[in-house]
C-alpha cells in the first residue's frame, strides 16, 4: 500500500516537473502505482493533491529560510543569505530546476483559475513575510524610516521569480548568486553583516 507522504512527494516532483495543467491524473496514479478510486479517496481530487504538495514542498524547502529572516542576523545578511539559499534550491541535480511556487499557474485555463489564485496567494504570501524583516529593520534603523518596504519586498520577489525562471531555461547555480550579487546593491539601508559576505 502506497505511504501518503511517499505519494505526495511523487506528485509534488511531477507537478515541479510538468506544472498542474501539464500533469494529469493518469500521470499522477501511473507514477504512484495506484488505480484513480485509490488517488481519490486519499488524496481527493487532483486540485487537493496539488495543494498538499505545495504544502509539502514548502514545508521542506523553505523551513530553514524563514529561520534566516527571523533571526539576529542584520538584516542586510539574512536577505543575502535567503536569496543564496533560493538559488541553491532552483539549482538542485537532483530536483527540476526552478521553484514550485515562484512561477506556477502563472497561465492557465479558466477552469484551472483557483489553482491559479492559490499559487498566487502563495506568492503574496512571500511578500508579506519579506516586507515584514524589511518593517523589522525600520524600527532597528537598519532601514531608513520611510522606506517602502512592500515595493522593496516586491522587488526582491520578482528577483526570486527571475531566478527560478532562468534556472528553468538552464541557469546554473553561479550565474544566479552573480545576479543575487547585483541585486543586493539596491538595498537601500545598512549594509552590516557578521562574515563580510551574504554568503
Known amino acids: 500500500m502506497l505511504d501518503r507522504d511517499t505519494g505526495i512527494d511523487i506528485a509534488a516532483r511531477l507537478f515541479?516537473?510538468?506544472?498542474?495543467?501539464?500533469?494529469?491524473?493518469?500521470?499522477?496514479?501511473?507514477?504512484?502505482?495506484?488505480?484513480?478510486?485509490?488517488?481519490?479517496?486519499?488524496?481527493?481530487?487532483?486540485?487537493?493533491?496539488?495543494?498538499?504538495a505545495l504544502d509539502f514542498s514548502?514545508?521542506?524547502?523553505?523551513?530553514?529560510?524563514?529561520?534566516?529572516?527571523?533571526?539576529?542576523?542584520?538584516?542586510?545578511?539574512?536577505?543575502?543569505?535567503?536569496?543564496?539559499?533560493?538559488?541553491?534550491?532552483?539549482?538542485?541535480?537532483?530536483?527540476?530546476?526552478?521553484?514550485?511556487?515562484?512561477?506556477?499557474?502563472?497561465?492557465?485555463?479558466?477552469?484551472?483559475?483557483?489553482?491559479?489564485?492559490?499559487?498566487a496567494a502563495l506568492r503574496e504570501a512571500s511578500i508579506q513575510v519579506l516586507k515584514a524583516r524589511f518593517d523589522r529593520a525600520v524600527s532597528e534603523s537598519e532601514l531608513p524610516a520611510g522606506t517602502d518596504t512592500d515595493t522593496l519586498a516586491r522587488f526582491y520577489v520578482a528577483i526570486i521569480q527571475g531566478m527560478s525562471a532562468q534556472a528553468c531555461d538552464g541557469a546554473c547555480n553561479a550565474l544566479l548568486k552573480r545576479l543575487i550579487n547585483i541585486?543586493?546593491?539596491?538595498?537601500?539601508?545598512?549594509?552590516?553583516?557578521?562574515?563580510?559576505?551574504?554568503?
Open 16 to 52: 515541479w516537473e510538468r506544472g498542474y495543467e501539464g500533469t494529469s491524473t493518469a500521470d499522477l496514479t501511473k507514477a504512484m502505482g495506484i488505480n484513480p478510486p485509490t488517488l481519490y479517496s486519499t488524496f481527493g481530487s487532483k486540485e487537493d493533491l496539488y495543494r498538499q
Open 58 to 119: 514548502i514545508a521542506r524547502e523553505s523551513g530553514c529560510r524563514g529561520e534566516m529572516l527571523a533571526s539576529t542576523l542584520p538584516a542586510y545578511e539574512a536577505l543575502g543569505r535567503y536569496l543564496y539559499n533560493i538559488a541553491d534550491g532552483d539549482t538542485q541535480p537532483d530536483k527540476p530546476a526552478g521553484c514550485m511556487v515562484s512561477t506556477a499557474v502563472l497561465q492557465h485555463v479558466e477552469e484551472n483559475a483557483s489553482v491559479a489564485r492559490m499559487t
Open 183 to 199: 541585486a543586493v546593491t539596491a538595498w537601500p539601508g545598512e549594509r552590516t553583516t557578521t562574515t563580510g559576505s551574504p554568503d
